[in-house]
């Protein structure tokens, strides 16, 4: 009987659900047959279930809601405003009972005002159309929102967990396995079905993680309902447009996400809709509309609460600030509108001159932001006075992989998560610039001076004597601060699970988690915002703004237009324009091909023409461009260094023959020359090439895997090691067989060229020659995209 | 809960786990230090997929814990969804109790009190019955609370 119960009370649940919504939308439009199917369907369910229990007001309630709405489904009555609402409170106290059946408590009290409400001049008469709801429901699972049926089943999230760490246990296995093999040495016998393993595993992997995934439905089904009654409330009238419903998300993540939504949604309908009165003298339509959209970009998922009412109030938002002392006069009069708008964030900032109870003041924005970066997410707005308010909610896809850094220090290895890592530069580069002033280490990286911490400081470690600790990583935090932290060593990046750690390690705020290595070790991630908090280098820097600059482009600066003020290779200090850079990019060197007649670099698997560069210039390991595009095509430019964004305010007086430079100009005092876009692009621009969809497939070799890979990957193409699907180039080494599904074939040969035989330099190349290797490549990537 | 205790010996005194609570007594492989925690926390160490937090029990108690380790096996517990191996100075047995556990008169010693659960008979003699909650939160955060 408990299970039994416990089923009728979950099914009873997501039922209530899911006709919230049907209920909101069938009142807006009342011919709606299909909806009101659906909500029927629900209070006949609800009324056949309580006659195998023993609940005789629950279905004595359900009973009645069910013969109102028998009568709207016969015409003999109207679905007005009175009606809906009563049936929403019926919904509302069937809710409530369910909740007191739960704890196993008696249902008391009595329904006889919802009941008298319901049979409000209707007739007595009962006849009630049968379907097959109760066998309907309990095959499906679930009504979404649309009605329509979608086949699951209802799993206990304990077995769910049991599963994902039996999983995360094979994949241990499998590494030590693998580890095991490569030191016995090639078996092919045994090589072939481990190939196998590896790969079947990957793909229970990665079915294992959608399983934790749930569609961000779930979460947008409550929203038509809590519009409608605050609305209402409000005396607003208010359309919700609700889109991406199907993007998925980890089911944490989505109770993470609820009450900042909901919040965001009061603010945006108490404080930004307007009334209907002031909306119509402002020339807009009477009702509001307040569109919640779910996108997936990459890694992360992008929500936004967009509304059309009066748009966030500049001037009061200042003065507000200027008030609780978060920033001086003379700061805010520096600021872009885009800036003073994110001071909604900052803690103590409520523009509500009245409270209401709608918005109420206990819970602020800025408990909205803190909830989201503590889950590694951030929130922007946007606005329009007059038009339109916009919150952008990033979250990361989930919880528990992250993609992470590997580093060591104090003889330790940590995780950083990959989402603050803004570059990673080697101690012995000149341009770092390491200074200590009093007890702080500073770097300088991109001309700015930034806080250095020791990790193994930071961590009370005690440092390494032979390790140098002097790879510094740059971190750059969601709410854009910069500061950079040194270790001993880099070891690899990739995705980590990240577990939650116990109370009395998270007592240190430095920790945030906790992963396993290949090798089944377990290693600490660290929380970065608050060590940086914790040392109080959470600072903004130049970097940020630099980085706001490029989002923002010329409309924030007053109508002046920006420029990016660099040096380039050629020692000369330029200048361009700021809408013309999409990006700051930094490449191995590697991934720049020399051999055509232009130079081209490979950037994200894109293959670009490259400017900026002599065909013999030396360069570091690692080369920074400018990306510029002109909206369809674009271009590389490399720049020694990146000096700062400045607005192009000087004379622009007359260039001095070279065709790539559009005029001469002063910035802070100094010459620059500013480069011609339009010429720029009128002789290189193109428009950007997948290079992925070039496969190679190399040997299955550790040399391989370590040595070959990186550099296929520079040459743009995607390395393989299956055998079995075909690819564009095969990379073979000496006699081997090449695939037979294999496009274009190198070989490679472990002889070097002076003691190689001269048939044998002719038909292969010394696997040592990066040059000709590379040159090899390129070749047949040409012949291909012919 | 059963009537069946996991005997260990912490200190070289006699204590008992309720077995309900013990999930599983496992040998501690590799242990990946934690830095900043409190001196009791030895570390993290993997069980399969699976990451203990390993607490050297003489400490998360308050004794003095100069002599070495004698077994490197722990008894895994799980408190508020986390998992921890108590590392103590030997796993014995399993026993069955004698009774309910109970007090004794002038209590069992300052540091003892905190941890105790109270006196449980057993065919072996008397042992002191831990309460793991209290064992797990260590003697730091009775100095806050004092």
């Keep these: 009987m408990d299970d039994l119960l416990a089923d009728f009370i979950e099914e009873t649940r997501e039922l209530l659900e899911a006709s919230e919504s049907e209920v909101i939308a069938w009142e807006a439009n009342p011919g709606d047959r299909a909806r009101l199917d659906a909500i029927f369907r629900f209070v006949h369910t609800v009324k056949g279930n309580c006659g195998f229990f023993d609940f005789p007001r629950l279905e004595k309630l359900s009973h009645a809601a069910e013969d109102a709405l028998s009568d709207v489904r016969k015409g003999l009555r109207e679905a007005d405003a009175a009606l809906v609402t009563t049936i929403l409170k019926v919904i509302d106290r069937i809710a409530e009972m369910v909740t007191v059946i739960e704890a196993g408590e008696e249902l008391s009290g009595d329904d006889s005002d919802l009941i008298a409400a319901l049979s409000e001049n209707s007739g007595d008469d009962i006849a009630v159309t049968v379907e097959t709801p109760a066998s309907e429901s309990t095959a499906s699972g679930e009504i979404t929102a649309s009605g329509a049926a979608q086949r699951s089943i209802r799993l206990p999230v304990e077995l769910l967990d049991r599963v994902m760490s039996g999983v995360s246990d094979m994949v241990l296995a499998r590494n030590d396995l693998g580890h095991r093999l490569r030191e016995a040495g090639n078996q092919p016998t045994i090589d072939g079905p481990f190939e196998r393993l590896t790969s079947i595993l990957t793909d229970v992997r990665d079915a294992v993680t959608r399983m934790r995934m749930q569609r961000i439905e779930h979460l947008f089904t409550a929203f038509p309902r809590l519009v409608r009654d605050l609305s209402s409330e409000l005396g607003k009238q208010v359309m919700i447009d609700l889109e991406g419903g199907d993007v998925e998300l980890d089911r944490e993540m989505i109770e993470m996400i609820r009450d900042p939504m909901i919040h965001i949604i009061r603010n945006a309908i108490d404080h930004g809709i307007e009334p209907p009165a002031e909306r119509l003298k402002s020339g807009k339509r009477e009702i509001a509309i307040l569109a919640i959209t779910a996108r997936q970009s990459g890694n992360r998922i992008s929500i936004s609460v967009s509304d059309d009412g009066r748009g966030l109030n500049q001037q009061k938002i200042g003065q507000k600030a200027v008030s609780h002392g978060i920033v001086t006069e003379a700061q805010l009069a520096e600021m872009s509108r885009k800036e003073v708008l994110q001071l909604v964030f900052a803690p103590g900032l409520s523009t509500a001159d009245q409270v209401s109870s709608i918005s109420g003041r206990g819970v602020g924005l800025d408990v909205v932001q803190a909830n989201l970066e503590k889950v590694g997410g951030s929130i922007r707005v946007t606005s329009e006075p007059g038009k339109n308010t916009e919150f952008t909610l990033q979250i990361p896809l989930t919880l528990s992989i992250i993609a992470g850094l590997t580093v060591e220090a104090g003889g330790q290895r940590f995780a950083i998560p990959q ?368 | 809960m059963s009537d069946l205790l996991v005997l260990a010996k912490i200190g070289g005194r006699n204590c008992a786990f309720a077995a309900d609570d013990v999930q599983s007594v496992v040998d501690i492989g590799a242990i990946t230090p934690i830095p900043r925690s409190p001196d009791y926390v030895i570390g993290l160490s993997a069980l399969r997929s699976q990451t203990l937090t390993v607490l050297d029990c003489r400490k998360a108690i308050g004794l003095s814990a100069d002599q070495k380790m004698t077994d490197a096996r722990a008894a895994v517990v799980r408190v508020d969804g986390h998992t921890y191996a108590l590392l103590v100075d030997a796993i014995d047995d399993v026993a069955t109790v004698r009774g309910e556990p109970g007090e004794i008169p002038g209590g069992f010693g300052e540091e003892w009190n905190r941890v105790a659960r109270g006196m449980a008979e057993t065919d072996r003699g008397p042992v002191l019955l831990v309460d793991i909650a209290a064992l797990i939160a260590g003697p730091a955060q009775d100095e806050v609370a004092a």
């Design chain 1, 419 to 786: 989402t603050y890592v803004e570059e990673i530069v080697h101690g012995d580069t000149a341009d770092l610039d390491k200074t200590q002033v009093g007890d702080a280490s500073l770097v300088t990286f991109r001309g700015e001076r930034t806080p250095c911490l020791s990790l193994a400081q930071v961590l009370q470690l005690e440092p390494d004597d032979h390790a140098a600790n002097d790879v510094i990583v740059f971190l750059k935090l969601p709410r854009g601060g910069l500061f950079a932290i040194a270790v001993d060593a880099i070891h690899n990046h990739g995705d980590l699970v990240v577990k939650p750690l116990a109370p009395v390690v998270m007592r240190s705020e430095v920790f945030a988690g906790s992963t396993l290595l290949d090798n089944g070790q377990p290693i600490l991630m660290l929380d970065i915002p608050n060590i940086a908090a914790q040392h109080g280098v959470a600072k903004d820097t130049g970097l940020a703004q630099l980085h706001d600059a490029i989002e923002s482009r010329t409309d924030e600066s007053g109508g002046i237009p920006m420029a990016m003020v660099f040096e380039g290779f050629d020692q000369r200090r330029r200048a361009v324009r700021l809408e013309l850079v999409r990006r700051i990019e930094t490449v191995p060197a590697i991934a720049v091909d020399r051999s055509g007649p232009s130079l081209k670099a490979v950037v994200d698997g894109e293959i670009l023409p490259l400017f900026g560069l002599e065909r013999e210039q030396e360069t570091g390991e690692q080369l920074r461009m400018l990306r510029l595009s002109d909206g369809s095509s674009e271009l590389l430019y490399a720049v020694a260094a990146i000096e700062d964004a400045a607005k192009l305010d000087g004379e622009l007086t007359s260039a001095d023959g070279d065709p790539f430079v559009e005029a001469m100009t002063l910035i802070n005092g100094a010459t620059v020359a500013l480069v011609d876009g339009h010429a720029l692009f009128a002789s290189f621009g193109a428009i950007p090439r997948r290079a992925t969809s070039m496969t190679c497939h190399l040997p299955d070799s550790e040399w391989a895997r370590t040595i070959l890979a990186p550099l296929v990957k520079a040459a743009g193409y995607v390395p393989k090691h299956d055998i079995a699907t075909p690819s564009d180039v095969a990379i073979v080494l000496d006699q081997a067989e090449p695939p037979s599904a294999a496009g274009e074939i190198i070989r490679l040969r472990s002889v070097p060229d002076d003691i190689a035989t001269s048939e044998e330099t002719d038909a292969s190349i010394y696997r040592y020659d990066r040059e000709a290797v590379l040159r090899a490549l390129r070749e047949a990537g040409k012949g291909e995209a012919a």
